[in-house]
């Protein structure tokens, strides 16, 4: 199914050196995300619409904040004062009132499950391996690779995350141990 037809995600546009991506294959690094590549890098700007952001993020988002709160409640010391300050607010509020920090928010912890969010919106589904170590059916649907995002921003009704990343995907898979089942 096309990016363009997709309810909620409609207006979500990724550009990878100027030129339009698309959203089913977009991923991020996982492992060592934000840190130095060996690989060539691309500079991309991924624009999602500040209206369907909490449609994409709700469930992770909120089980951040849940584990945000009882964290601060277990260790009586809080990693991000300023969301308890602002009393865990949501996705909606935090768009309505604490800008700042949702782009930090976004930026250093959620990331992973946005692009998770729009891959699945787009209509990516990950293959089923046929067996352990079943190289062919490792989740490599990122055809271009977030390495880095440097700024979340707002403007004009949309969140845009600029950075930097690759073409292609690092596929790990541990092949010793389950062979044959």
Request: glycine share 12%; net charge negative; hydrophobic share 40%.
């Amino acid at each position: 199914m096309p990016d363009a037809l997709l309810p909620g995600v409609r207006a979500v546009q990724c550009q990878v050196d100027g030129q339009l991506h698309p959203l089913a294959f977009l991923g991020c690094r996982e492992l060592n995300y934000g840190q130095r590549c060996a690989l060539p890098l691309h500079p991309f700007r991924l624009s999602v619409p500040e209206t369907a952001l909490a449609g994409l993020l709700d469930a992770p988002f909120n089980s951040f904040l849940l584990t945000c709160r009882e964290d601060d409640l277990q260790y009586e010391e809080s990693d991000l004062p300023e969301l308890k300050d602002a009393g865990y607010p949501d996705i909606t509020a935090m768009l309505a009132g604490h800008r700042p920090l949702l782009a930090g928010m976004l930026l250093d912890f959620m990331i992973g499950d946005l692009l998770a969010a729009i891959g699945r919106a787009s209509g990516y589904r990950p293959p089923r391996a046929r067996h352990w170590g079943d190289v062919e059916a490792a989740d490599g649907r990122a055809y271009f690779t977030i390495n880095g995002v440097q700024q979340v921003s707002f403007a004009d009704g949309q969140v845009l995350f600029e950075g930097q990343g690759y073409y292609g995907v690092y596929v790990i898979w541990l092949t010793h141990g389950n062979e044959g089942k």
